[in-house]
Every structure is written in C-alpha cells, then in structure tokens.
C-alpha cells in the first residue's frame, strides 16, 4: 500500500474515533453508532487492501489459502447497529463480541497467508543487481536543486522540512515570543515606553552582530540568528512608530530605511536568499502585530511599495525568482484584500498610484530576472508556464483590475487605463525585441499590449451592452487562438467570457427590467465556444484539462441561461413543459453535429455538466405537477413532452457509447435519471411503480445483449447501484398507491413490479463481483433486498385481508405480524438453500444460511419477548421444524460447482 494512502486510511480511523467518542458525551448517540459502523466498515477495507495483493500472490505462486468469508463480520455489524438503535445493551454486546471474534479470526488467516507468502518468496533467488562503485576518477554528481530549479511548493517544502528543522521552529516560537513581548511591554511594564522598545532594539541588534559572526562556524545557525535579529528590528520599529515614541514620520521612515538596507547588505554579502526570505515576510506582516490601531489602506499599500523596492534592489542583482513570486503574492492577497476592506472613497486617486506603483515594480522584476536568466544561459532559456510566466502577465492584470474595479461606473477612466498600459508595453516591445537576451519575453509584451487594446471597445459600450462587447470578442479571440494555436490568446478569450459573465450579474441587479439580449448573446457566445473548440480535431488537440473543465462550466451557465429565457420568451400555460423540449432537442442537435465532428472528451464533459440543470428544471416540473402522491398533468400535450423529453435525454447519454465504457458511473446515473423521467409519464396515478417501468425495461433488453458486452458494464456501476436500492427502500414505505388494481398478493401492479426490480437487483450484484465489489458485501446485500421486499409483499397481503399494520410501530406487537414474517424467512431460506444443495452452489447455500441467522436473531431476541403466548410457540415449532428439514435435504455444498 502507498505509504500517502496508508496515511490518510489512519487519519480517517482517528478522526471516526474522535468524532465517535465525542458525539457519546455529548448525548448524541445515533452519531456515535454511525461512526462506528463507518470505523468497522473501514477498518475490514484497511485489512482487505492488506489481504488483496497476497491473495494475488499466493495464487501466482500455486500457493493454497483459504479465503475467508466476510458475511459474518457484516451480519455482526449489522446486528450491533440494530441493538444500539433500540437501545438493547445486550444485543449490542452480543454483536460487537461476535464482530470481534470473527474479525481476529480473519486476522489469523491473514497472518498464516503472510506467512506462507514470505518463506515461498525467500526460497526463490534474488535478482542479481549490479552495483557500480565509484573509481577515484568518477566526480559526485550532484543534481541541480537551486532555487530557480524547483517550484515554489518545492522550495517551501526544502526549507521547511530540510536541513534543521528544529533550528526553523525555534526561530518561528522565537519571532511570536518577541511579538507577545512588545504587547505586553506597550501595556504592562512600569518602565517608559522608549527605554523598552530601545533595550528590545540593543538586544535584536546584538542578536544580528552574533549570528554575523558566527557566519564561518555554522552558516544555517549564523543566518537563522541574523534572521531573528532582523525580524525583531522590524517588530521594534513599527510598536515604536504606531506608540508615539518615534513621532516622526521622516525619522520612522530613516530608521526603516536602515533597517531595510542592511537587510538588503548582508543579503547580497552573504548570498543567502534565506535570510532575506525572512526579514521580507517579517516586514510584510509587522503591521498586523500591532496592538494600538490598524493602519490605513494608503499607510499599508504605501508601505509595501518600500518592501517591494527592497525586493527590487535584490532581484536586480541576484535572480532570486522565489523571492519575487512571494513579493507580487502577498501584495496581490495581503495588500489588495486589505486596501479593499479598508479603503476609503476619497483615497481613490492616491491609491490609484500606489497601484501603478507596484505595477511597474512587478514589470521590472520579471523584465530583470528574465535578463538575467537569459544572460546565465541563453541557450537553455526558457519560461516556464507557471509562475514565471506570471509574473509577466499577472502583474499588469491584476493591477488593470484593481484600477478597474475602483473605476468602476467611469468607463473613461478603465478605457484611459487600457490605453496606457498597452502603450506602455508597446514601448517595451520596441525596447526588449532589439536585445537578442531578452527575444523570449518581447512577444510576451507584444501580446500584452494587445490584450490591453482589446480590452478598449467592450468598454466603450454602454451598460448591459458591454457584456454583450465582452462575450462577442472573447469569442472571437477564441476562435483566432484555434486557428493560430495560440495559447496565449486563448486564455486571452477565456478571460474576457469569464469577465462577461461575471459582470451580467451587475447589470442584472442594477437594471431595472430583465436584461434579455445582454444573456442572450452571453449564452449563444458560450455555446459557440465550446462548439467551435470541438468541431476540429487540430483544435481539439489544443485543448487542455483546464480547457475542458471550463467549457464544463461555461456549458453549465449557458443552459441555465437557455432556461431561464425561454421562460422569459414563451408566455403560456404549458411554458415549462415547452421550454424543457426546446432545450433538449438542442442538446439533441448540437450532440448529432459533435458526433459528426468525431468530437469525443473534450465534448462528452461539458455536455454532461451541461444537462445538469436540465435534471433539475425537469425535477421542479414534476413537483410542480404532483398533487397528493400523484401526478396530475395539465394536458396529453404537456405528459408526451415531458416523455419525449426524458428519451432525449437518455438518447444523449447513450451517444456514443465511448461513455459507457470509459465512465460508466456519471453515464448510467444519467440515463437511469432520464429513463425514469420518461417512465413517470407512463402511470402518473401510480408513480413510484411507474418511474421505474422504462429502467427495468432497458435492464432486461441489456441482460439480452449476449453479444454487446458494454450493456453489461453499463449496470456494473455503482451510481445505478445506490439509485435501485433507493427506490426499494422508499418505494415500500412512502407509496400511497400500493393497493391500486390489487387482485392477490404478487397478482397486482406494484407487487410485480416490486419482484422485478428484487430480480434485476440481484443481477446487478452479481455483476458487482465480477467488477470487484467485495463478495461479503454483496451477500449481504442480497439477503436483505430479498427479505425487505418478499416481507412487504407479505405485510401489504396481511393488511388487506386481516388489517393488521402497515408502515406503523404497532407492526411489531402484531403475533399474526411477526409469526408470518418468520414463515416467510424460514421458507425464502429452505428453497434457497435446497437450491444451492442441488445445484452445488457453495455460495448460494451461505446466502440461505445467512438468513437463517436473521430468522434465529429474530426469534430470541424479538419474538422471545414481543408476541403473544401460542404464536411464538408457533413461530419457534415452525421455524425450529423447517431448520430439521434444511438439515436433512440441504446439506452444505463441498465446492462451488463451475
């Protein structure tokens, strides 16, 4: 087992334990029981993902093992769970010992087949490996692991949990020690306020001096001690500013200045990208220690723009990438959460600066390290897709945002901007392409500029029309992107579909009618987008997962769109029904245009995601129809267009069938969802028999498909699994109509739709062996769908000719109640197991016996105490006689017949 998964199974059994234990004392014991069961449940998972692979390999090596049965070990869960919940201590005790006796005894199976598996293995020779040995001429290699290298998560990941991590922790506890000491110093010392802050300052500043000159004994220990002299420095400085000892704000602003520049002196000095890493952060989040007051917007964004020159100064001369990724990270989060939480109206235009500030440090440093690089090795130079690249476009964005979202209502001022950053990179262009260094990056500034151009005309347009300007030119940057294969352009194109979608929410809430054409060219460009991306194969080939799952989306909002206006658009009694055809005969046609495309993946997901809300609109449709348990349609129109709907669908699931096959669980939970929308329509009078016709229907013509394997697999999923098993369980206690066109028990609509769904279920679980589902499990499974269903056909029989109870507590005080249920499971055991005695049918035969331990449970621990006087004795006569019988004729099977 994968030691990351091993992990992760632990830390799910600590957090069940936890969780259980917790819930007991706080008197909610359902939940204590639930965790429970999910701990044994996951713990005889743990053990059989043990058990697996040496199974596998005992088996390759002809080695003989006995395979234990985990039917017991669900029968004791089971009957423990039960106890609890009726709150029998003794049957909870009784379950959990059994639980544990079986559970120990698989153990030892498990253990002996270890066993054998490991002295088979230590007699088979090892396999002869060469080891080289390295010669006096052979030079260590040593693999590149520099900053530049490895990824940001790498490099926190090196820092953190490499070298001395007791050395990093201490400096953490040590940098929170001196924070809580300035708090309290500013609070509690009798001692003046400025002999405090100037002892802390000598102490940091000694603390600096030491670990300088420890720098040639222990250069980690040296740096972590230079580090903390630092960061306290800092912390010192600003509790003095914002306290009033330093009143001057030229005289603070020197003493940073100071500070920053020897940081900046010992950085360079001693290449310690480290130490300078951690003054940095340090300074960043000084200015949340304080305890007098929070700084303005303009202080704190001002304020960063000093760190961020220091962060210049250092990237200028040392290509220290990780430290610029942090810089724009913080700045971005920190400081652009910061200034909006805080921020002041009238701040806007120094703020505005501010931004423009930061901005072009950030395109300095990536236009620098980028130099750089180039300069070290321009034969190897090369940007990285991932945060290299961003600094060169994040930067310019995101600060073109932060202007445009504070310009929001001054279409003037965002034009004005776009303006300006894209003559600016422009500028850069013509400067960067004549250097052969930096050639790489010049088409990065070229299309910068462009992008910023593009941003222009969108909004030029007037209220709800530039989202339409927004949706139409993302669209057709899109398509450009295809034709040229550029990815850059095409991420251009998503940006401005993402940005038409989010600002039509705007509009929506400020305008005072419904904005129809606005969402109508936002929901044709997002359906042109994904049909256009899938309509090629060379375009196809462009698309990556990321691509993908945003067309996922795109084709999730767009139907929603569709929905909502053609309710807007189609004023009539039967609108939803109308709207609920249009939509997917839509789907229908742009489904048969893909399929011609030869579009498969890259089309079947955001298809999929697609029909979602068409699930939930003919979800409400159906509630809006029910009228006391029945549906009740408007009109023959309304019920055939909601069948025909439903076919629809299903015909979308089904084509092609790559989905079947490559994601059979997504594709069976639609098509049993679309079949039985179409089915309601059958039986409206009766729906919980009707929903199910149209699957069991489709489940027997798939049972039929001998020569068409993929049916098969299609009903292996465990999606239609769970769906089958919830209409068993609601089904029998929530239908109303049970008792329409009923005849005799069995010879009545819902009874033999009840049996045919019990016949279907149990050959899907057969099916669920074959595709792993552990043995146990579907036993189990099978014995009590068999006896939920053959007991409520009987309770509903009972009900009708000798009222007893039906779906009541009072069931369980009923003697005819009771004595007949046990008949019943006696009986559904004796042709079970006599079957499996004939036939050889090992496992047929534990089935049987399996409900025979529920009749024998049911017996001593129910009917012992819960029925009157002679129907218990003829329940314990009539089951104790059927058991001798089982005996005698049915006797256990030596081997499973083949």
């Not at 250069?219 to 960061?231: T, W």
């Not at 480290?274 to 003054?279: C, G, K, N, R, S």
């Not at 980028?370 to 897709?385: G, I, T």
Request: proline share 3%; net charge positive; hydrophobic share 55%.
């Amino acid at each position: 087992m994968h030691k990351g998964q091993s992990e992760i199974r632990m830390i799910w059994l600590m957090i069940l334990i936890i969780v259980g234990v917790g819930a007991w004392f706080l008197k909610a014991h359902i939940f204590t029981y639930l965790c429970g069961l999910a701990l044994v449940m996951s713990v005889m998972q743990y053990v059989d993902a043990l058990q697996t692979p040496a199974a596998q390999i005992a088996t390759e090596k002809h080695i003989s093992f006995q395979e234990t049965s985990k039917v017991p070990l669900y029968l004791a869960s089971i009957v423990a769970l039960v106890g609890g919940a009726m709150d029998w201590s003794f049957v909870v005790g009784a379950g959990v010992t059994a639980w544990i006796f079986f559970f120990l005894r698989w153990l030892r199976r498990l253990e002996a087949l270890l066993n054998r598996v490991q002295r088979r293995l230590q007699q088979v020779p090892p396999t002869a490996y060469v080891a080289v040995e390295p010669t006096s001429h052979t030079e260590p290699l040593e693999l590149p692991f520099t900053s530049n290298s490895i990824s940001l998560v790498d490099q926190f990941r090196q820092w953190i949990f490499q070298g001395n991590p007791v050395l990093k922790v201490a400096i953490l506890v040590l940098i929170i020690g001196i924070v809580l000491l300035l708090r309290f110093a500013t609070e509690h010392w009798q001692l003046s306020l400025a002999l405090k802050l100037s002892i802390v300052a000598s102490v940091s500043g000694a603390v600096t001096a030491l670990g300088y000159g420890l720098q040639a004994k222990n250069r980690s220990f040296a740096l972590a001690l230079e580090g903390l002299g630092l960061a306290a420095l800092f912390l010192t400085l600003f509790f003095a500013y914002y306290n009033g000892v330093i009143a001057m704000l030229w005289v603070a602003a020197f003493c940073f200045a100071v500070i920053m520049l020897l940081t900046l002196h010992l950085s360079l000095k001693q290449q310690s990208i480290e130490l300078a890493l951690m003054a940095m952060i340090i300074a960043y989040i000084a200015p949340f220690t304080l305890p007098v007051r929070n700084a303005t917007a303009v202080e704190l964004i001002a304020y960063y723009v000093v760190i961020n020159l220091a962060v210049a100064v250092l990237s200028t001369l040392r290509p220290w990438k990780i430290l610029n990724q942090i810089a724009f990270l913080i700045t971005v989060i920190v400081g652009g959460s910061y200034a909006f939480y805080q921020g002041e109206a009238e701040e806007r235009r120094i703020l505005t600066v501010l931004v423009v500030a930061h901005t072009a440090i950030f395109v300095w440093l990536s236009f620098r390290f980028s130099q750089l690089l180039a300069k070290a090795d321009l034969a190897q130079f090369k940007l990285k897709p991932a945060l290299d690249v961003a600094l060169i476009f994040s930067a310019p964005i995101v600060g073109y945002i932060f202007i445009y979202l504070m310009y929001f209502d001054e279409m003037y001022w965002q034009a004005g901007a776009s303006l300006d950053f894209a003559v600016v990179y422009a500028g850069l262009y013509l400067l960067s392409k004549r250097h052969q260094a930096v050639q790489l990056i010049s088409q990065s500034y070229l299309s910068l500029m462009l992008i910023f151009l593009a941003l222009i005309p969108p909004i030029l347009l007037p209220e709800q029309w530039s989202v339409v300007g927004w949706a139409v030119e993302g669209l057709m940057i899109f398509i450009y992107a295809l034709y040229r294969e550029s990815n850059i352009s095409r991420y251009l194109g998503m940006g401005l579909l993402v940005v038409a979608g989010l600002s039509s929410f705007y509009y929506l809430a400020e305008l005072s009618q419904f904005p129809r054409e606005m969402y109508w060219g936002l929901c044709l460009s997002y359906f042109a987008v994904v049909l256009l991306a899938n309509s090629r194969a060379s375009f196809r080939k462009q698309l990556s997962h990321a691509t993908i799952a945003f067309h996922g989306l795109q084709m999730l909002f767009a139907t929603t769109m569709l929905i909502v206006l053609l309710l807007d658009q189609i004023d009539r009694a039967n609108q939803f029904v109308i709207c609920l055809l249009i939509v997917s005969g839509c789907y229908l046609l742009m489904n048969e245009v893909m399929l011609y495309c030869k579009a498969t993946w890259s089309w079947l997901l955001p298809k999929w995601l697609g029909l979602i809300p068409v699930f939930v609109f003919a979800f409400i449709i159906v509630l809006d129809q029910s009228k006391q348990g029945i549906i009740v349609w408007s009109s023959t129109f309304d019920r055939v267009a909601f069948a025909l709907s439903g076919l629809i669908l299903t015909a979308l699931w089904l084509r092609p069938m790559l989905g079947v096959r490559a994601e059979k669980e997504w594709v069976s939970f639609g098509v049993l969802l679309s079949l039985a929308m179409s089915s309601l329509s059958l039986v409206p009078s009766m729906p919980y028999m009707s929903v199910v016709i149209l699957p069991l229907l489709f489940c027997a013509w798939c049972y039929w498909q001998v020569d068409n394997p993929d049916w098969k697999i299609f009903w292996q999923a465990r999606s239609t699994l769970v769906l089958m098993a919830t209409w068993m369980l609601s089904s029998q206690l929530l239908t109303q109509q049970a008792f329409q066109a009923y005849v005799l028990p069995i010879l009545n609509p819902f009874d033999l739709v009840s049996i045919a769904m019990l016949i279907g279920f149990m050959w899907m679980l057969s099916l669920q062996v074959k595709s792993g589902l552990d043995k146990g499990i579907v036993a189990v499974l099978m014995v009590l769908s068999l006896l939920w269903l053959s007991s409520y056909i009987v309770l509903r029989a009972l009900h009708v000719y000798l009222g007893t109870p039906l779906n009541e507590l009072a069931l369980w005080q009923d003697g005819t109640v009771q004595l007949s249920l046990t008949l019943l499971w006696v009986g559904l055991a004796f042709m079970t197991m006599s079957l499996a005695s004939h036939k050889q049918l090992r496992s047929v035969w534990i089935l049987g016996g399996s409900i025979l331990v529920v009749v024998t449970l049911k017996l001593v621990l129910f009917d012992l105490s819960h029925i009157g006087t002679l129907t218990r004795v003829v329940s314990f006569l009539g089951a104790g006689l059927v058991m001798l019988v089982i005996a005698y004729i049915a006797p256990m099977p030596e081997g499973e017949k083949i």
